[in-house]
């Protein structure tokens, strides 16, 4: 049995308490009130249940020809390092699982990591729904990888074999892709318009067929307010918004790091970036989620599209609390809690909550002690952050994967 006494971070509230962990089974097994003596006594840090990340790439697949820039190890170590306890992993591998088959043997490589992973699996041309549960992803225009459609007429038709399954959408529309694919920047290449467009059908295939749907790295104001309306009218849809589009707009890069944010959707302007902030605070975004993307730099130099984050996740969130006031439970609810539920739906344990039966994954963040971000402390095998250079005005000091602690 472990044992750690803090201040406890839940969606209603905080409070000091003392959370055992059986080592055995990494369950919270008791929380209880404080005594002053356990393996770890904290002051003021902050123990939320630990943060889920459900967009990432780790890059390794069955073929392993993209393991240099980062595998499911390498992955696991950067989560732990930026306070990530679990992760959803994206399709788009050069061999991307499709079936039963491709599922599993990508499944058997994720046996490596210190964290917890669930994998998406990709809808593609033809594909169909696998006979176990899992969540799905389907890119809607050409984007990193070939797993992706060149219109949204053949995306419904493979959509239909799909009705009622847990399907996450990448909102650009080719079409749109296609007619500014000449333009002169990556951001008009890839107009608000795609996104906009794209998640207008993205709604109708989630109502269409009763999806469980999930829009990915939302980006623009025009998309999240359909969304919005969206839930107002119940249909079955969340939203995630990553890091970069929250932090970053086409304004305030400098010339040091705008060739190194290349991303797909790209950076917009300052006016999307300050209403996604609100978006996320008052709910209608569900996860901070990173889509997490570790490129080399050398391929970034090319214009490969993806920026690495997982280092970097729970120091974001001290920048939200401290510069966007966003509370402790908002921040329990956006990076634990939310993303446990939906996590929690492919995997025995469960995430989400500082509670007896929930895994003894915990994250521990610091609001006193601010941290700059430096290549050397960066565990992504890519070695280099959008971040670099930035001071964020907490740290993460702990991050505990069912008992076990793993200091920062």
């Known amino acids: 049995m472990s044992s750690i006494e803090g201040i406890i971070v839940n969606i209603d509230g905080q409070r000091r308490g003392r959370i055992e962990i059986d080592q055995e089974t990494g369950l919270i097994t008791k929380i209880s009130e404080p005594t002053g003596v356990a393996d770890v006594v904290l002051e003021d840090e902050l123990i939320f249940p630990g943060f889920v990340d459900l967009h990432v790439h780790a ?36 061999t991307p699982p499709i079936d039963g088959q491709s599922y599993k043997a990508k499944e058997q490589l994720t046996k490596r990591s210190e964290v917890e992973i669930v994998l998406y699996a990709g809808i593609g041309e033809n594909t ?4 176990t549960a899992a969540p799905y992803k389907v890119f809607m225009g050409p984007s990193v990888g070939t797993l992706f459609f060149y219109s949204l007429e053949d995306l419904e038709k493979t959509l239909v074999q799909y009705r009622g399954s847990c399907v996450s959408f990448h909102c650009e529309d080719p079409k749109i892709l296609e007619e500014n694919k000449n333009e002169l920047t990556h951001d008009k290449r890839r107009p608000k318009e795609a996104e906009i467009k794209a998640i207008d059908f993205a709604l109708t295939m989630i109502e269409k067929y ?7 790295h939302c980006s623009t104001k025009e998309g999240i307010e359909k969304i919005k309306n969206a839930k107002m009218h119940k249909l079955n849809v969340v939203a995630e ?41 008052e709910g209608t975004i569900d996860f901070l989620a990173t889509d997490h993307a570790p490129h080399t730099g050398e391929e ?60 003894g994954s915990l994250t521990i963040i610091d609001l006193r002690k601010s941290t700059t971000i430096k290549k050397e402390m960066l565990k992504t095998k890519c070695g280099w952050s959008p971040f670099e250079g930035v001071t964020f005005p907490g740290s993460v000091v702990m991050t505990i994967i069912k008992g076990k602690r793993f200091p920062i």
Request: aromatic share 12%.
């Open 128 to 131: 169909k729904p696998l006979a």
């Open 300 to 359: 970034k130099l090319k214009g490969t599209s993806g920026t690495p984050q997982l280092d970097t996740y729970g120091y974001f969130t001290t920048w939200l609390m401290k510069e966007h006031n966003f509370t402790p439970e908002a921040i329990a609810k956006v990076c634990s809690y939310n993303p446990g539920k939906f996590f929690n739906q492919f995997t025995k344990n469960r995430y989400g909550k500082v509670e007896g039966g929930y895994a």
């Open 241 to 281: 918004v990553s890091p970069h589009h929250l932090f970053y707009d086409t304004k305030n890069l400098t010339e040091e790091n705008k060739n190194w944010m290349q991303m797909n959707p790209p950076l917009r302007t300052t006016d999307d970036r300050a209403y996604l902030i609100e978006a996320l605070r």
């Open 210 to 216: 009763n999806l469980q749907g999930k829009i990915c």
């Open 59 to 94: 890059r390794e697949c069955v073929d392993h020809t993209q393991d240099y820039k980062e595998d499911f190890k390498t992955a696991s170590e950067a989560a732990i390092a930026g306070g990530v306890v679990a992760f959803a992993e994206m399709p788009n591998n050069p």
